[in-house]
């Protein structure tokens, strides 16, 4: 009689929506909530680093140059939508990597399977085991903070960097010493809080508090806010990866990781950035609410030798979701040699 119940509820409950939990402590989410997004109709590719089942995506030329993309909190593949197609299109292979815990790739459940030096890591292997050479690498948000520690690990395989939206935060002496120790007690005294009392708030600390404490970390709220997205069904393509709390643990932790790898990007800055000798492009919004008023732009232009930098006008932090196929046109300009120059929305 078992038998035949547990038959009946397979016939009845597709496979893939009860394999959840690949093993203790690991979410992978189904495959039917990736199904009919609007504007993704990408082959899923899949690589296992670490025990974790990797997603990315490999579009264009296989013998075209590489171009890394990648993403930030609490976005996944997803946001670069609008410029895959584009760069496919001028010859380049474009990797678009999920990072653990967000996307297609495997989401363990604990905040503590988190770092940030893991994240480096498995993307580093990743870029290895693809043999990437001459890569153009793009990074925006927490992607530039993970993605320029990649670049920093192997140099030699990289030909260009472009940023937007991010940077590389860093510190030398007692302040490395302290810094993330006061974070996390600013964190804790923040304390749990809801979406709208953190907008409320409207400060960096809040926002690392509201992300670490709340288990339903409000993804769709976060980029109609952040994104200026108005279409649900967009909203829905960037909900996909978290069916339930059990899923959201690596896009809580994401931002708490912010400050704690400060003396590690110092040496970094001093190590490779300050000498980097290949073409290097800020390209940074003037509407984001994240850099806006900090100096994360100009650390880039100043500190980096030979840095080009444009301003895109009239665009907020997730310029891959507002201008992504002017984007990958101003890359290509670029990459390709040709003189670019800011635009506007």
């Given amino acids: 009689m078992k038998v035949f119940v547990f038959a009946l509820i397979l016939m009845i409950v597709p496979l893939q929506t009860m394999s959840l939990e690949v093993r203790p402590g690991i979410m992978r989410t189904p495959d039917s909530m990736f199904e009919n997004l609007k504007d993704f109709d990408f082959e899923p590719n899949y690589m296992n680093i670490q025990g974790l089942r990797i997603h990315y995506l490999d579009e264009g030329p296989e013998d075209g140059q590489p171009i890394l993309l990648l993403h930030g909190q609490p976005t996944w593949g997803y946001l670069f939508?609008?410029?895959?197609?584009?760069?496919?299109?001028?010859?380049?292979?474009?990797?678009?990597?999920?990072?653990?815990?967000?996307?297609?790739?495997?989401?363990?459940?604990k905040k503590e399977?988190?770092?940030?030096?893991?994240?480096?890591?498995?993307?580093?292997?990743?870029?290895?085991?693809?043999?990437?050479?001459?890569?153009?690498?793009?990074?925006?948000?927490?992607?530039?903070?993970?993605?320029?520690?990649?670049?920093?690990?192997m140099p030699d395989r990289f030909s260009h960097i472009v940023v937007s939206n991010t940077g590389l935060i860093s510190a030398e002496g007692i302040r490395a010493r302290i810094g993330y120790s006061l974070l996390k007690l600013a964190v804790w005294w923040e304390g749990e809080m809801t979406f709208e009392e953190m907008i409320e708030r409207a400060n960096f600390r809040s926002w690392i508090a509201y992300a670490y404490y709340d288990k339903n970390l409000a993804v769709g709220k976060l980029m109609r806010a952040m994104g200026r997205i108005d279409d649900e069904q967009i909203i829905k393509g960037y909900e996909a990866p978290f069916p339930s709390s059990a899923y959201k643990a690596g896009a809580q932790i994401f931002p708490y990781l912010i400050p704690s790898q400060l003396a590690e990007n110092a040496e970094v800055w001093r190590n490779i950035y300050e000498n980097w000798e290949k073409p290097f492009l800020v390209a940074f919004t003037d509407e984001d609410p994240v850099s806006s008023g900090t100096d994360m732009a100009d650390q880039f232009e100043k500190r980096v030798p030979g840095a080009t930098r444009v301003v895109?006008?009239?665009?907020?932090?997730?310029?891959?979701?507002?201008?992504?196929?002017?984007?990958?046109?101003?890359?290509?300009?670029?990459?390709?040699?040709?003189?670019?120059?800011?635009?506007?929305?």
Avoid: C, N
């Fill in 312 to 345: 895109i006008e009239g665009v907020g932090h997730f310029v891959q979701e507002e201008v992504g196929p002017q984007l990958a046109m101003l890359i290509d300009d670029f990459v390709s040699g040709r003189s670019v120059s800011g635009f506007g929305k």
């Fill in 113 to 153: 399977a988190y770092s940030y030096p893991k994240h480096i890591e498995i993307m580093s292997e990743l870029v290895q085991r693809l043999e990437l050479s001459a890569t153009v690498f793009f990074g925006q948000d927490w992607g530039g903070l993970v993605g320029l520690r990649v670049v920093a690990e």
């Fill in 81 to 109: 939508r609008h410029m895959i197609t584009p760069l496919a299109d001028a010859g380049y292979r474009v990797i678009v990597p999920d990072m653990a815990g967000f996307g297609r790739s495997d989401k363990p459940t």
